[in-house]
C-alpha cells in the first residue's frame, strides 16, 4: 500500500588495447621522453607470427604507434610533468590531481604566464600543424571539463588560471594582467594553492563536495575579489556547473548538477548588524538545524542538503575584516547599542535556495512528481531620523514545498509500478 505525500511550509564501440605507455620526443614533446616502438610486427612467408595485439583507438582506426601525444610547448616544468602523470587517466578527478595547486603554485614562484597543453590524436595518425593548432585551441577554449579562478588584486592586477581537459587533450594556462605582482602578492597567491586544489578535489570527487572555504576566505590585504567557475561533464551527458564569488561587499555560490540547484548569496555591506563569534555559531548552529528539519519533512535529498549547508556555513563564517572593507558602520546611519545586537541574528543579511530536479516517482501516475525546493532569507531595516526616535527590522523568511512518495506504516517497502497490485 502507497501513499503520495505532500507539504507545503512556509514562515514569514571496441575496447582499447594500449601498449606500454612510451612517449616519442619531437618538436612539440617534453623533454627526456624516449621513443615509442610499433604495437604489432607481422612476418610474411612461411612464418607468419604477431608478436603484439593490434592497437585500436577508440574510433576503430588502427593507431600509429609512433605517434605520441603532442606537446604545446617543450618543457620539463612542475606543470608538465603533473599533466604527463595525470595525462594517462580519464577519470576527471584524476585529470586534475594535484594540477590546479601545481599550477598555481608554479606561477606563485615564477611570476611568468604559463600556457600548456597535451593531445591525442583521435585518428590514429599524426595531426597537421595547422590541424594542432587549432585542436590546441579548442581544448584551452572549450573543453567539456573546465575550471577557471580569476583574482582581482587590491592594487588592480588580474590573475587568471584555467584547467580543462577532454577524452584526448589537457590544457592549462595562467596569465598576470596589468603589471607584475609584487613579493606580497606572490606570497598571498601561493597560500592559495591548496585551497583552491581541495575546491578542485571536492568538485570533481563523486559525489561532490563543497569545499570552497580557503577561496572566500582569502586575504583581503592582498586580493579583491575571488571567482571560481567549474563545468564537468557528467555520464548521463548533462553538465554539473558552480559559480563562486567573493569580495569584501558579498558572497555568492551557484551550483547547478544531476541532483538540483542550489543559490546562496550573502550581503556583507552592512557590518553594523554582524556579532561576534559566538552570537554567529550560535545562529549558524540555529539555521543549519532549520534547513536539517526542513529535509527530514520534505524527504529531501541528503546529498544535496548537505552541500547546501556546506555552501550555507562557508558564506556565513570569517566575515571580512571591517578594517579592510568599506563597509559602514551603521544602520541607515544609526548606530547600534548592545541591546539592538543582542536581538539580531549576528549574521549578514542574505537569501538562499535549494530545490531537487523533478522525479516521476510513480510509474503507474506519471502526474504525481517527486519535488523539494527550499527557500529562506534575512533582512534587516531600519526607520527613524536618530538615536532615539528608530526602529530596527530584523525579517526571516521560510518556505518548504515538497511531495514525495512513502510506504504507509506498516506496509510493504514501496515499490511502485504499473502493476495495479503495487498501488493498493
Do not use: C
Amino acid at each position: 500500500m502507497s501513499a503520495i505525500a505532500s507539504v507545503t511550509s512556509s514562515a514569514q564501440l571496441m575496447p582499447v588495447v594500449k601498449p606500454a605507455a612510451t612517449v616519442a620526443l619531437n618538436d612539440n614533446a617534453v623533454a627526456g621522453a624516449t621513443s615509442a616502438t610499433p604495437s604489432s610486427v607481422v612476418m610474411l612467408g612461411e612464418d607468419n607470427k604477431v608478436s603484439a595485439p593490434l592497437v585500436y583507438n577508440v574510433r576503430g582506426l588502427m593507431a600509429d604507434a609512433n605517434v605520441p601525444p603532442a606537446w604545446e610547448y617543450t618543457r620539463q616544468d612542475k606543470v608538465s610533468l603533473a599533466m604527463m602523470g595525470n595525462f594517462s587517466t580519464s577519470a576527471t578527478a584524476g585529470r586534475f590531481q594535484g594540477l590546479g595547486a601545481t599550477l598555481l603554485s608554479q606561477l606563485a614562484q615564477t611570476g611568468q604566464n604559463i600556457s600548456q597543453s597535451v593531445l591525442r590524436s583521435s585518428t590514429g595518425k599524426a595531426l597537421e600543424p595547422a590541424e594542432l593548432a587549432a585542436a590546441q585551441d579548442r581544448l584551452h577554449s572549450n573543453p567539456a571539463n573546465s575550471i577557471s579562478l580569476t583574482l582581482k588584486t587590491a592594487s588592480g592586477k588580474t590573475i587568471e588560471l584555467s584547467l580543462s581537459s577532454q577524452d584526448d587533450g589537457l590544457a592549462v594556462q595562467a596569465q598576470i594582467s596589468g603589471g607584475k605582482l609584487s613579493d606580497d602578492e606572490l606570497i598571498a597567491l601561493n597560500a592559495m594553492a591548496d585551497g583552491f586544489q581541495s575546491a578542485i578535489d571536492g568538485l570533481t570527487s563523486r559525489p561532490p563536495t563543497l569545499k570552497l572555504d580557503a577561496l572566500t576566505h582569502f586575504d583581503a590585504k592582498a586580493f579583491a575579489s575571488v571567482d571560481l567557475k567549474t563545468s564537468f561533464k557528467l555520464e548521463d551527458g548533462s553538465a554539473q556547473t558552480l559559480e563562486l564569488h567573493a569580495d569584501a561587499d558579498q558572497r555568492s555560490v551557484r551550483m547547478s548538477g544531476a541532483l538540483g540547484n542550489l543559490d546562496l548569496s550573502v550581503d556583507l555591506k552592512n557590518a553594523a548588524i554582524r556579532g561576534d563569534s559566538g552570537q554567529q555559531a550560535k545562529a549558524l548552529e540555529g539555521y543549519v538545524s532549520q534547513i536539517e528539519a526542513a529535509r527530514k519533512r520534505g524527504d529531501g535529498d541528503a546529498q544535496l542538503l548537505s552541500m547546501f549547508e556546506d555552501a550555507f556555513k562557508t558564506l556565513h563564517s570569517q566575515y571580512p575584516d571591517t578594517r579592510v572593507s568599506s563597509a559602514p558602520q551603521t544602520v541607515s546611519s544609526i548606530e547600534l547599542t548592545d541591546t539592538d545586537h543582542g536581538l539580531l541574528t549576528g549574521l549578514g543579511d542574505f537569501s538562499a535556495s535549494v530545490s531537487e530536479k523533478s522525479v516521476e516517482g510513480n510509474p503507474a501516475r506519471p502526474g504525481e512528481l517527486d519535488t523539494f525546493a527550499y527557500t529562506l532569507s534575512q533582512t534587516t531595516q531600519s526607520k527613524g531620523r536618530d538615536q532615539l526616535n528608530r526602529t530596527i527590522v530584523q525579517d526571516q523568511q521560510s518556505q518548504l514545498t515538497a511531495s514525495y512518495h512513502k510506504p504507509l506504516p506498516g506496509g510493504q517497502k514501496l515499490a511502485l509500478s504499473t502493476d495495479p497490485t503495487t498501488q493498493n
